[in-house]
């Protein structure tokens, strides 16, 4: 029933995500939501951000911002990071999602959206065909309030949880804990 909106992976944050396993799965690119996904809302990029996309660059893959925001946001976000950027994608609509895949130069199965928004992230990933990486969003600890989409995304993902056969779909992409 929920299948659309579930993701293929759920992690912690894009910190959590090991890059040169996804490189080695055949993934050759990783299109990016910015806002809670990346940084806060609307804040611009940390030294820890930039410092992930040299990373990811290091390992073979390409990337791109995929953003609901304009142009300005997403090129003040950008100042230190050397990647293409789709702005007013209108997410979930397909058609951002394809540009970006022709923007990269790659087929569908090469390239993972990594997002923090089941109805506009996930979703759109899912309806253009792209796997995709649910992030948890990112809050500030004393934030309480959350809207309306991130109620019914609760109960979204508790489906999920019980849906075995839809999580891990690409299989083990995580960083492994130093023990």
Known sequence: MFKILYPFEYAESVFAIDYEKLYRKGYRAVIFDIDNT???????STEEVDELFRSIHRTGLKTLLLSNNDEPRIRRFMRNIDTLYICDAAKPDVAGYLKAID????E???AVVIGDQIFTDIYGANKSGIDNILVKYMRYPDEKKIGIR????????WFYGIRRSCQNRIGDIYKREAV
């Open 150 to 157: 991130r109620n019914l995304e609760k109960i979204i993902l």
């Open 103 to 106: 923007m990269l130069e790659i």
């Open 38 to 44: 990346l940084v806060h809302h609307g804040e611009d």
């Open 108 to 110: 569908k199965k090469e």
